[in-house]
Nanobody
Framework: QVQLVEFGGGLVQAGGSLRLSCAAS????????MGWFRQAPGKERDIVAA????????YYADSVKGRFTISRDNAKNTVYLQMNSLKPEDTAVYYC?????????????????????WGQGTQVTVSS
């Protein structure tokens, strides 16, 4: 069982930056592909970014490419989401999620149904 806890949400002005962190329990963190998802009010939860267990392979939704960076520190059991040039439309609850599948060390999932473990979410609000 893996427990995930997100940190770093808050209120920021448009154009600003935030860094989200997600700390994981357990001893096999590098075996998990990790993803960041977000859900805005009245909308479905969508993927933002994903990263393989090794950290060498990453994915970004088109809406955040060039602005957000996902990374991980397996020694600290932590995955990060650096968010720059934030826009009001980035306002949402952000969730981190973990997926342990046969491919997770070298690849990642983009479908939320593939993820087994979820954090509680952290609110990001971008004011205009």
């Amino acid at each position: 069982q893996v427990q995930l806890v997100e940190f770093g949400g808050g209120l920021v002005q448009a154009g600003g930056s935030l860094r989200l962190s997600c700390a994981a329990s357990g001893r096999t963190f590098s075996a998990y592909g990790m993803g960041w998802f977000r859900q805005a009010p009245g909308k479905e939860r969508d993927i933002v970014a994903a990263i393989s267990g090794t950290g060498l392979n990453t994915y970004y939704a088109d809406s955040v490419k060039g602005r957000f960076t996902i990374s991980r520190d397996n020694a600290k059991n932590t995955v990060y989401l650096q968010m720059n040039s934030l826009k009001p439309e980035d306002t949402a609850v952000y969730y981190c999620a973990g997926d342990r599948a046969y491919y997770s060390r070298t690849s990642y999932a983009t479908d939320q149904s593939e993820y087994d473990y979820w954090g509680q979410g952290t609110q990001v609000t971008v004011s205009s």
